[in-house]
């Protein structure tokens, strides 16, 4: 009798764990560096192809109005992480600043809970990430090289020289630990660090788009001074460096390494199929800012204008995206650490400040954001770009470069969503700009920001 019951409660116990197990799918977090929203052919891209990328989005979601709160590296990759605004993790530029201990990140809060934990590839958080706990950890510091790059392996690892393009070997290391028996459930970080610049292509894809013109954007001989100051002067333009000569070249070698990212996906999705984890896999694609393409002549990102803030965000996960949906409310970076708990079926702390994306796969919650705050603060500084911050809707944006001199755009995004006429101080627009220069107060004041 004894016997029975002791086994009924093994029964018992192995059967929450597998339900428990079921519940709590595998998380593979994918960043590029810099990658645009139209950088992908799921997104229309007229010349790049992405099948791999694509199939993410066709096999799942993907959101037609994913943007980041800061456009730059290391603030962005410290939001995804902790689920907060810059100036609540006080990563707000590129200069070594790193999230402090006592703020967890979310790979921090999936360990406890019982995930395993990895990390492969661009952190651009100095040690912070070394400095956390990690079930596998292969990453380099700073930016890196594209080729024969030098990747840690371990936190307390040393830097060696490895063969081979970066995001190949950086996904052949993240595959390999994947692949290995798990008895709970991972969460892969894996951060590409194409296409940041210089760009070089992985070597097969040196030639790719040879015989091919990109057309120039529309916006290539608009008008830099109908913006700002802080706009006009700002040092982006193609043409006055080295390595960004020509848009042509530079467009090609961006998209070259695209390809490059493409098809390390395709070889995640291969291992995944083949290792029967496809399904049980929260797949999760994004970048960390987007990225001028000529508009203004520029390229870079680090302003507000629409370019350089809207990033991809696809995701796959049948159990609770239905294949090719296309998600339209505005989404942040903030979201992901949320969203990333919310699919392993753990609560968000109260301190995030964003919210889960999941419910908007059933819908749109009446209650989702009208609005959101910007902010950049990375000045002096390359490609000099003075600090702004300021409010996006869904119709409109006000930009403010807050420091002396004083300058202020205001675009009506659903007639002019190419940002073209600033209609600050235009008549007519006094309470349209009262009513947003307010949301900026109340939005800071919500995410804490007293600075
Ligand atoms: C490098 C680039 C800049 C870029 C910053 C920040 N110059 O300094 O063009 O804005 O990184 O990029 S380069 O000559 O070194 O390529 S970020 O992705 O790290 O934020």
Excluded at 120 to 140: I, M, P, T, V
Excluded at 327 to 334: E, F, S
Aim: hydrophobic share 40%; glycine share 6%.
């Amino acid at each position: 009798m004894r016997k029975l019951l002791f086994s009924a409660v093994l029964m018992l116990v192995a059967s929450v764990g597998i339900a428990s197990a079921a519940d709590r799918p595998n998380l593979l977090i994918m960043m590029t560096d810099d990658q645009r929203a139209d950088a992908l052919s799921c997104a229309g891209n007229p010349v790049l192809r992405t099948p791999n990328l694509d199939r993410i989005a066709g096999e799942g979601a993907r959101f037609r109005n994913m943007f980041v709160t800061n456009a730059l590296c290391a603030p962005s990759r410290a939001t995804l992480l902790t689920g907060l605004y810059s100036h609540s993790h006080g990563v707000t530029d590129n200069r070594g600043r790193i999230v402090p201990q006592s703020i967890p990140m979310v790979s921090d809060l999936l360990r406890k809970a019982g995930y395993e934990v990895a990390f492969c590839g661009k952190s651009h958080q100095g040690n912070a990430l070394r400095d956390r706990e990690w079930d596998h950890y292969f990453g380099y510091r700073g930016q890196g090289n594209y080729l024969k790059p030098m990747v840690a392996e371990g936190t307390k690892g040393k830097d060696l020289p490895r063969d081979g393009w970066m995001d190949d070997v950086i996904t052949d290391d993240a595959i390999a630990w994947m692949k290995q028996p798990h008895e709970k459930p991972f969460a892969m970080f894996l951060f590409f660090k194409a296409p940041h610049r210089s760009w070089t292509p992985p070597p097969r894809h040196k030639d790719l788009f040879n015989n091919v013109t990109i057309p120039l954007p529309k916006l290539w001989d608009a008008d830099r001074n109908a913006k700002t100051q802080a706009f006009a002067k700002a040092d982006n333009r193609i043409g006055d460096f080295a390595d960004v000569k020509d848009f042509q070249s530079y467009v090609k070698d961006y998209y070259r390494t695209i390809v490059g990212v493409d098809d390390n996906v395709g070889k995640v999705f291969a291992a995944l199929e083949a290792n029967k984890q496809l399904d049980s896999t929260a797949i999760l694609f994004t970048s960390d800012n987007g990225f001028f393409q000529g508009e203004w002549k520029a390229f870079d990102k680090r302003f507000m204008h629409e370019p350089s803030i809207r990033v991809p965000l696809l995701m796959r996960y049948p159990a609770k995206i239905k294949a090719g949906s296309l998600i339209d409310p505005m989404v942040l970076n903030v979201d992901i650490a949320p969203t990333l708990l919310d699919l392993a079926g753990l609560p968000v702390p109260e301190s995030m400040q964003g919210r889960s994306v999941v419910p908007l796969f059933a819908g749109t919650p009446a209650d989702w954001r009208k609005d959101w705050l910007y902010e950049y603060f990375e000045y002096p500084a390359e490609h000099n770009v003075r600090k702004h911050r300021g409010v996006r809707t869904d119709t409109h944006k006000l930009i403010h470069y807050y420091e002396s001199p004083e300058e202020w755009e205001l675009y009506d995004l659903s007639k002019d969503p190419d940002e073209l006429h600033n209609l600050y101080r235009k008549p007519g627009m006094e309470a349209l700009t009262t009513q947003l220069k307010q949301r900026i107060v109340d939005l800071r004041k919500q995410t804490n920001d007293r600075d």
